[in-house]
Each structure stands twice: as C-alpha cells, then as structure tokens.
C-alpha cells in the first residue's frame, strides 16, 4: 500500500483532505483522498510508489493546519483471529526498518474510545513481541521511525510508521495537558497547547520569561491572560466582560473595559499578543497584521474561528491575507497555524519575526 495517514479533529476529515491534495502537489505527488466524516483520520492514496513515504519525510509536518499525526500506513490487517493477532503485525513489519517507538493508537470517537483499554493492554504483549522479533528498541530512539498501530475495532487495524524529525511527538497526536483546578475557564488550554507547539522549549527562557508585557483581547474571563500571569508576565486584559477576581488579585493584570479593536497601547513595549475574540476571520486577521505594521508587538497568538462551510478556503484566504500584509512590513515575519486538540471550530495562528528573535537570543535586544 503507499498511503499517507493524517490524523485529524473528527468532523475536519474534508478540510485536511483538501489540504493534503494542495500541499502534495507542491512536492511533486499525485493522489486522492478517502474521506469518511467523522472518522477522525484521512488516508491520501498516492499514486506514485514511493510517494507516501517521500511525503512523510518531505512535507513539513508543522506547516499542516489540520494534521495531527502524518503516517506512511502500509497495511490494512482486518478479520484478524483473536486468539493470535500478533503474528500477521509480526509479518506486515517484516521489512520495517528496527523503530524506536510503538504507539497503538485509534481514532479520537466517541466509538473508539471504547477500544482505549484494549489498546493499552494489547500493547503490552505485543511491545515484547515486536523487541525479541528485533523490530523494537530502546537504543537511539529518536533516529528510529515511530510504528503506529491504529485500530478501527479490536480484529481491523491499519499498520504504519512516521519519522520523529518530522511527526507530532503525542500519542494520537494529542497533547495531555492537565487542566489547572485555579484557572478560571478551559479555553487555558488553547493557549497552553499553543505555547507548547509553537514556542519550543529551550527557547520559553527568553520568550516567555517573567516580566514580559502581554496584552490580551477578548480576555474574560481570563484562562488566556491566567497562562500569562502563571508565567509571571504583566498583562493588560481587554474586554468588557468581567476578569476572574483571583487574577486581579495578582496584582499583574489590568483589566480594561474597551473594544478589542480599537484599543492600542500607549507604549511600545508589549511583548505579547493574544487574542480570542469571536469575530469574523478576516477582521482579527487585519487586526494583528496592523499591531505589526504599528510595532506594538514582537510575537502573537490568535484563534480564527471558522464558518459553517468552506472551511479550508477561509483559512487559506486568510493565511494569505496575513503572508501579503506581513511582508509588506518586512520579509522575516514567520506565520505558523494549527488546529489544536484544544480548538474546535477555530484555529490557532502564531505570529513573529524571526530576524528579531534572532537578535534576541544573541542578546542584541531584550
Ligand atoms: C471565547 S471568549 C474568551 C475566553 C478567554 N480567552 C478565556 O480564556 O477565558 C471571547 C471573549 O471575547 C470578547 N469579545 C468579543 N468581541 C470583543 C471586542 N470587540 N472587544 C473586546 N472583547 C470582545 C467577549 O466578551 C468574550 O469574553
């Protein structure tokens, strides 16, 4: 088989197929996709033998707005025997380089939830398996390709790999991020999930350092602003609605009660942009885009909420939008968008300047 699996939000499977079909073309690589809704993955049939894999190395993971795991899927093994599954995904990986890694995995339904248990106990047994048949290791793990298991019921699975280099590191590509009992709404965990995707990790001592100026739109009741603030931040909360007393309390939030669009700073000096207002796309989008042209923030992270229909289409036409208004401002601004595990009809862009950030990190400025 030369599939190419995508993992994605359920309800998304036509959005990220229409991603897939544009961004393979980019590489030289023709296919279609199979689509059932809801089903919560797409699989790209490729028509170029190689070309699945090519993808999987090739195609920048982190570029795919609705992927959340990207797969080469090799077989489909169904009807298997329960009394001894272990041996056809013993064959099937026969020719499988030795992988670091074994995720057995399902769909993020309703329907497969209800094979989590199964999953975790089948991995145990077949994790030994897998290692004396010398196809598992723990030696040098993050060269070696991830080998995926995805079970559609307890006897149908598919078998894949992905490459570390280029994948989401998550089981099911899903972050678990534990809900913070003090936080005043769930939406924290679309910025945590944000921060952690787009800001990598030996660089938060620099960009998410404590003292830094953050502004926030459309902040009440405040789970965006409470990451800034747990992160030691200053921040300035805009919206009319009320901030959670146990933030104002902190003494490092200023709540103002203005319209999220016409509020700017009076100095330059804010670090951070986030905003979760409900708004028609294009319009937050022009908004950041102007906090850029003005100079009134180094980096941004902001939720587009997506129509009813033609999904794919508005993301694009936005992205575009950004790209063309960026760099009329300069040609280093890098755009980053993702739909997270946390968003649902929305998703999440992330904006900065990598020349300034390079700057920063050299000590040039702070
Ligand atoms: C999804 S909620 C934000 C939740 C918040 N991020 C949190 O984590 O608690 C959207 C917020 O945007 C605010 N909002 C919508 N339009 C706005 C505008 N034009 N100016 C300021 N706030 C606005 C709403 O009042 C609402 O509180």
Redesign the pocket.
């Known amino acids: 088989m030369n599939h190419l699996m995508l993992y994605c939000r359920p309800g998304f499977e036509k959005e990220m197929a229409a991603e897939i079909q544009d961004k393979a073309v980019a590489l030289d690589c023709f296919g279609f996709s199979r689509v059932v809704e809801n089903s919560g993955y797409v699989l790209f049939e490729c028509y170029g033998e190689e070309d699945a894999d090519k993808l999987a190395r090739r195609l920048p993971f982190r570029e795919l707005v609705f992927a959340r795991q990207m797969l080469v899927m090799t077989h489909e093994l169904a009807e298997l025997d329960p009394s001894d599954r272990i041996s056809p995904i013993l064959a099937a990986v026969a020719n499988y380089p030795q992988c670091g890694e074994l995720r057995v995995e399902t769909a993020d339904t309703n329907e497969a939830k209800e094979l989590t248990t199964f999953c975790r106990k089948f991995s145990v047994p077949l994790r030994q398996a897998l290692r004396g048949a010398g196809k598992l290791t723990q030696e040098e793990t993050h060269r070696r390709p991830v080998l995926h298991l995805f079970f559609l019921a307890n006897n149908h699975l598919m078998v894949g790999y992905s490459y570390t280099t280029n994948n989401s590191p998550f089981h099911m590509g899903i972050p678990r991020l534990r809900f913070p009992g003090d936080a ?2 769930r ?2 965990l679309k ?1 945590e999930e944000a921060l952690h995707v787009f800001v990598p990790a030996d660089e938060w001592e620099i960009r998410l350092r404590s003292g830094l100026n953050a502004v ?9 602003t409470y990451q800034l603030v747990k992160r030691d931040m200053m921040v300035t909360s ?4 009320p901030m959670a007393e146990s933030l104002m309390e902190t003494g490092q939030v200023k709540h103002i009660k203005e ?3 016409r509020y700017r700073p009076t100095k330059k000096n804010t670090y951070w942009l986030v905003c ?4 028609k796309p294009a319009r937050v989008t022009h908004l950041i885009a102007s906090w850029f042209r003005d100079g009134l923030c180094q980096e941004a992270i902001f939720n587009l909420k997506l129509p009813m229909k033609k999904r794919y289409a508005e993301v694009e036409h936005n992205l575009d939008m950004l790209k063309t208004w960026l760099a009329e401002i300069d040609e280093h601004f890098v755009i980053q968008a993702k739909q997270l595990y946390h968003d649902r009809e929305e998703i999440t862009l992330h904006v900065y300047n990598m020349q300034q950030l390079v700057r920063r990190k050299s000590g040039a400025i702070q």
């Open positions: 005043p709404s939406s924290t910025l926030d739109l459309g902040a009440s009741p405040g789970g965006w805009v919206d009319n609605g319209d999220g669009f979760d207002m409900v708004e």
